[in-house]
């Protein structure tokens, strides 16, 4: 009886560059590399924390 994982799909849709570095590794880390690159991730506390930290840079789909 396996669980259905819960994801989060989450697209760059403003550049990082000018940004505060912690916040250009933030979005390498969450793995989108490229303007309106997505990413389907496991919906997890630090992946949450992750995409709070870049709202502004970023749009969970």
């Keep these: 009886m396996t669980e259905a994982k ?10 990082p560059i000018g940004c505060k570095q912690s916040h250009r590794e933030t979005v390498r880390g969450l793995g989108l590399r490229r303007m309106n690159s997505e990413r389907v991730l496991e919906d997890t506390p630090a992946v949450r ?3 709070n930290k870049i709202a502004y840079l970023v749009q969970v789909l």
């Design 49 to 51: 924390g992750m995409i």
């Design 6 to 15: 819960k994801t989060l799909k989450v697209k760059l849709v403003k550049s």
